[in-house]
């Protein structure tokens, strides 16, 4: 393996009855894939442990998209996680604490914006996406062996050139660049601080995910992925393994597991909806 360099983030912010560890990070100037290299080493590191770079050429997002990462620009890690009370049932719950856990970082460098989480894990801030989590479980029977939490949060990127229709930074909202390390730390706790809660109150958690979801009220186009169908619908559910419920104005409910619907949305300088991927 490339040279490693390990330090401690301090530790998480305390609430009741939850008690956080201290994180361990490593960093790694290049690699291709956070998640990929910090797998290849969950059997010799210690969780809770960030690994994160300066250079990701690879970066994976949901069922094989990829992810587009500016070097030294934004914040690319992935985190070593080992549920100890976690079932494998209930896994979800670890991608809404991880989400929560970016949304309310991203929240604290966007004052005057509202920053979303799009079902099921990605960071919204208006129609625009600003991170990306892919969250990835090793699962023996019922149990959690262990979760890579993979991350990429625009910060300082001023120009996008994938053909990903509508990615936006910190940078293009706020006109400043901002330092990454301290972003890291604060990341660093804030997930910790939602997986403790995950464990120990997993209920609060998936409240708290909906009430910060994307799209939580009103009424907005959506694309069933199988058949290519339009529709209009609102969000009526989240259930606790992962699934979406949708009502349309037609009275019919839906439910969708991950990747069978998309949401239709139409950006400010663009007349012309446009289909995301899921």
Request: aromatic share 6%; glycine share 4%; hydrophobic share 40%.
């Amino acid at each position: 393996l490339p040279r490693l360099m390990a330090h401690t983030l301090p530790a998480a912010r305390s609430a009741t009855n939850i008690t956080a560890e201290r994180m361990n990070t490593i960093f790694i100037d290049t690699t291709t894939s956070t998640n990929t290299l910090l797998a290849s080493m969950a059997e010799t590191v210690e969780a809770p442990t960030m690994l994160y770079t300066r250079c990701q050429s690879a970066g994976r997002g949901q069922r094989g998209n990829s992810w587009e990462a500016e070097p030294s620009a934004n914040i690319t890690c992935s985190v070593l996680l080992r549920p100890r009370s976690i079932e494998a049932a209930r896994q979800f719950v670890i991608s809404e604490a991880v989400a929560l856990a970016v949304a309310s970082v991203t929240q604290d460098l966007l004052p005057g914006y509202i920053v979303t989480v799009k079902w099921p894990n990605d960071i919204y801030v208006g129609n625009r996406k600003i991170c990306g989590i892919l969250i990835e479980n090793a699962i023996n029977g019922s149990k959690i062996i262990r979760s890579i939490a993979g991350i990429g949060l625009n910060v300082n990127q001023q120009r996008f050139t994938s053909s990903a229709p509508n990615p936006v930074s910190v940078c293009q909202l706020t006109g400043k660049c901002h330092p990454l390390q301290p972003v890291l730390a604060e990341l660093a706790k804030a997930i910790e601080y939602y997986i403790c809660m995950a464990e120990t109150t997993p209920e609060e958690v998936h409240a708290a995910y909906r009430s910060r979801l994307w799209r939580a009220e009103g009424t907005y186009l959506w694309r069933d992925t199988a058949t290519d169908r339009v529709f209009k619908a609102s969000i009526i559910d989240i259930l606790p393994d992962g699934p979406i419920v949708m009502r349309t104005t037609e009275g019919e409910t839906l439910t969708f597991a991950f990747k069978e619907v998309a949401p239709v949305i139409t950006l400010n300088n663009n007349a012309n909806p446009i289909n995301l991927p899921c």
